[in-house]
């Protein structure tokens, strides 16, 4: 999978040069290839593995490494609005 977020965002996430980082971190309604849904991205360097929990239905979601740097997300298709959760 591809980011939902622009290369260039990513890039300046993972070098700490983005001027607004959490208009990219965090989860964000987005539509990928004509489905819509929520993705959530999260940039740990240190993390091996990274899910998402969902603090409402305690659905867990693992988050693919986009980038080896640290940079994860997971689109989630069958979210129409953001949700609490946990990474």
């Not at 290369?7 to 964000?28: E, K, M, Q, W, Y």
């Not at 990274?50 to 305690?58: G, H, I, N, Q, R």
């Not at 979601?61 to 298709?77: H, N, R, T």
Request: hydrophobic residues 45%; proline residues 5%.
């Amino acid at each position: 999978m591809k980011t939902t977020a622009s290369l260039d965002a990513v890039n300046r996430i993972i070098h700490t040069d983005h001027h607004d980082p959490f208009s990219v971190l965090g989860a964000h309604l987005v539509e990928m290839k004509g489905t819509r849904g929520v993705a959530v991205r999260a940039f740990l360097p240190d993390a091996k593995q990274v899910s998402v929990l969902d603090m409402k239905t305690a659905s867990e979601f693992v988050m693919l490494k986009i980038m080896e740097e640290g940079f994860y997300e997971a689109f989630l298709p069958e979210y129409s609005e953001v949700f609490p959760y946990q990474l």
